[in-house]
């Protein structure tokens, strides 16, 4: 599968002064495989691969994908942050109560996206952004807080 990039994780990498090692690739290619994915999940595929790769190097490797500027993530409530490549343009919505997470397409915010570039100069960075809320289930039951 392809790299997220244009050049490739090999060009990024020598470009910053970092060599490519196959625990570099496997991480990325999983994070493209899986679409999104904690860094358990990432890590458990990366696992499945390669049994001799620890949990600390998938973490260490997406703090240096994401400065990289390969990777992003995002926080869903409390849980585990979710890895994404960083041309995955989705939303999520994420329910308060029950924490179900829902995909929503990345254009549906453009228009504030352009307001507040337009009114304010503030370039909204879509990456990190979950809209909370009740799910239709939580939202239809009575008990919800």
Do not use: K
């Not at 390969?70 to 995955?88: E, Q, T, W």
Request: glycine share 12%; hydrophobic share 35%.
């Amino acid at each position: 599968m392809p790299t997220p990039t244009p050049g490739g994780l090999p060009e990024t990498l020598r470009a910053r002064g970092y060599r490519l090692t196959p625990q570099r690739q496997m991480v990325l290619d999983a994070v493209v495989e899986l679409g999104q994915g904690t860094p358990e999940e990432i890590g458990d595929r990366v696992h499945g691969i390669s049994p001799g790769v620890n949990i600390t190097t998938v973490y260490r490797t997406l703090e240096l994908l994401e400065q990289l500027g390969l990777v992003r993530h995002r926080h869903f409530g409390h849980g585990a942050p979710m890895y994404h490549a960083s041309d995955y343009d989705t939303l999520h919505s994420v329910c308060h109560r029950c924490g179900e997470v829902a995909v929503i397409p990345g254009e549906l915010l453009q228009p504030v996206a352009q307001w507040l570039v337009e009114e304010h100069g503030f370039a909204l960075d879509t990456g990190h952004i979950a809209l909370a809320g009740l799910c239709a289930t939580c939202a239809g039951d009575p008990s919800a807080e």
